[in-house]
């Protein structure tokens, strides 16, 4: 996972990537899970900029759409 923590304490996500041989595990929606966990468990909240991110979301909206930043949001 790519990331920025801007002085705000908002995590910008800007990148998803897993080996090729675990594409389609669920390794992808696991690491989203653990990172979106840590954001929530620090005060921070976050951005979604990578577009596997903001899929994730929009699977699952009650893990992520809490600690989106002001501004941002998953239709």
Request: charge should be negative; proline fraction near 5%.
């Amino acid at each position: 996972m790519d990331y920025m923590i801007s002085k705000k304490d908002i995590i910008y996500l800007t990148h998803t990537e897993v080996p090729t041989s675990l594409e389609g595990q669920g390794v992808g929606s696991a690491l989203v899970s653990k990172v979106f966990q840590f954001i929530a468990d620090s005060g921070m909240k976050m951005a979604p900029l990578c577009p596997f991110v903001a899929a994730y979301i929009k699977r699952h909206p009650e893990a992520g759409k809490a600690i989106l930043a002001e501004g941002y949001f998953i239709d």
